[in-house]
């Protein structure tokens, strides 16, 4: 085998624009939004106090011909996220919660899952629980039907596991914020909007800001949501969306603006409690974890950055703020434009420095020799449980071959007897083998470990592919699904969204078309007792078969 050398280097990007063509240099980054008969938003960027840029685009209605405005409203989607996490703050300030207390003492229908979760996991993201879009969507519902925070905290009451243990991951979960709205509305006796209203929007100077879960209501000035169908042709996307907590502020660009300063130069008696936003707690392995209360706290390109973007019905919205540059970067949008990082990152490059640390290294990989008889031992296919795909390893041309699903494949180069540096790739990834427990560990440059473990892929029967049939159903969603075989193929059922195509992923294991896997368990006997479904933000939810 050849000896190759690879190359581990950080590129070095310096960010500068003269400040006259800042202005040209943004505008021209909205030019999709130059569209007099369409949609569009608002883009507001301010750094030391001073108004940098301010610009509205397109139509806040198009039916009604109606520009969008600076004073254009619009639901700021996940964003809202923040102001739900300052309304728990403040109650603990207040001394009437505390951020460590079990959540089953403020929502005691709640099951109890063996270890506490508290209100801090809530905020982090790290409590376990199931998101509520996708539990809504496996449980029949469909695009246009009404959900309310009563819909979701009926269907988490029902919950009797957990994604995972609380505190050991993070994943971002709509459901934990619409329990802290409750935690916040039994709490404080009061209705969460009147209470948000009269505790923060208020005091904040926040007046063109409020909650509204009905989007019947006709609000002056609230912007209407539209997806782009075809170039210049757009539909009307009602939001049935109607869960508050996690989603479903509304506001303008001025008052995010306003909200927005407080990170950087607070008045005395809020400096606290927007310093408290900015909490970051490690998971329980000690690996890190950027989302604090209701924001991200991360860094871009070395420079300080508190960060949240909102996507609901054809909304979309971002904000960026660099507290240590006094910049705000802020744009709100009535359509679907999925483009709202890249170009607020793109905004942040004409201001920013390069902070982050450049440092250019090499290290050079030394493969040892091994021969075919022990390549041969980690030959096979692996399956990751947990993330649910499959990888073969094989052996060509006396070198260790690990092949992805989309057959893309890298060389494996052996730097002990097990373990082996991954080639081909634009990062450090050790493969590391076990044959007395058939297990390949994935190890990656900051430690963190994947374990897949080896399986006698062999092709299934029609009789196997029998057993998979029958009608299966969940008690915490309260619905059935039907499995048939047609044609020797599988295929699902639903009475809400009708038939759908399964394929085999492994033994036991199916794909339901891309949407999700369903694992099948099986008794002491061998006979198929139901499965567990995995998909996005959900994890081994079990329907039983009847």
């Known amino acids: 085998m050849k000896q190759i050398k690879f190359l581990y280097f950080a590129l070095f990007t310096t960010f500068s624009v003269t400040s006259q063509n800042i202005t040209n240099n943004i505008d021209g980054l909205f030019s999709e939004w130059k569209n007099s008969n369409g949609p569009g938003g608002v883009v507001l960027v301010t750094q030391n106090n001073k108004t940098v840029f301010e610009k509205a685009y397109g139509l806040e209605n198009i039916s009604y011909k109606i520009p969008t405005s600076s004073e254009t409203i619009f639901n700021i989607g996940s964003m809202s996220k923040q102001f739900t996490a300052m309304g728990i703050v403040l109650l603990q300030m207040e001394g009437k919660l505390s951020i460590d207390d079990d959540i089953k003492k403020y929502l005691p229908e709640l099951n109890d899952f063996g270890k506490p979760i508290t209100i801090r996991h809530l905020l982090h993201h790290t409590s376990g629980f199931r998101s509520s879009p996708e539990l809504f969507g496996l449980a029949g519902w469909r695009d246009g039907d009404a959900i309310s925070n009563e819909d979701v905290y009926r269907y988490l009451a029902k919950q009797t596991s957990l994604n995972f243990e609380p505190g050991s991951e993070y994943m971002y979960s709509n459901s934990g914020y619409v329990l802290l709205a409750k935690i916040i509305e039994n709490v404080s006796k009061q209705n969460f909007k009147s209470w948000m209203k009269e505790k923060i929007f208020q005091p904040l100077q926040m007046n063109s800001t409020f909650i509204e879960e009905n989007s019947s209501n006709v609000v002056s000035k609230v912007a209407t949501s539209y997806s782009e169908i075809e170039p210049s042709v757009f539909n009307y996307v009602e939001n049935n969306d109607l869960t508050y907590g996690a989603s479903n502020v509304y506001s303008t660009s001025n008052d995010v603006l306003k909200w927005m300063k407080n990170f950087n130069e607070a008045p005395t008696k809020w400096q606290s409690s927007f310093e408290m936003l900015k909490t970051l707690d490690v998971l329980n392995s000690g690996q890190k974890n950027n989302y604090g209360f209701g924001v991200f706290v991360d860094d871009f390109f070395g420079n300080h950055r508190i960060q949240h973007t909102g996507a609901i019905a054809g909304f979309r919205s971002i904000m960026y703020s660099y507290p240590d540059e006094n910049l705000e970067i802020i744009i709100l949008s009535n359509f679907t434009f999925n483009q709202l990082s890249k170009i607020a990152d793109q905004i942040s490059q004409f201001f920013l420095q390069n902070k982050s640390k450049a440092e250019t290294h090499q290290e050079e990989i030394k493969p040892i020799l091994l021969n075919d008889e022990i390549l041969k031992k980690y030959e096979g296919m692996y399956w990751s449980d947990k993330s649910n795909y499959s990888r073969k390893i094989y052996i060509e041309n ?138 996005n933000r959900i994890r081994n939810l079990w329907f039983e078969k009847k």
């Open 398 to 535: 006396n070198t260790l071959w690990y092949l992805r699903t989309n057959n893309k494949k890298s060389p494996l180069l052996p730097i002990t007897p097990t373990d082996f540096q991954m080639g081909g790739i634009n990062e450090k990834l050790i493969i590391s083998f076990d044959i007395k427990t058939n297990t390949m560990k994935l190890i990656s440059a900051d430690n963190s470990i994947e374990i897949l473990e080896k399986y006698e892929d062999k092709k299934l029967s029609t009789q196997d592919l029998i057993n998979y049939t029958g009608m299966f159903y969940s008690s915490e969603l309260e619905t059935f699904y039907t499995i048939s075989l047609k044609d020797d193929k599988l295929i699902g059922y639903h009475s809400r969204f009708g038939e759908f195509d399964i394929q085999i992923l492994k033994q036991d294991v199916l794909n339901w078309s891309g949407m999700a896997v369903s694992k099948y368990k099986r008794n002491k006997k061998g006979n198929i007792i139901g499965f567990s479904i995995t998909m």
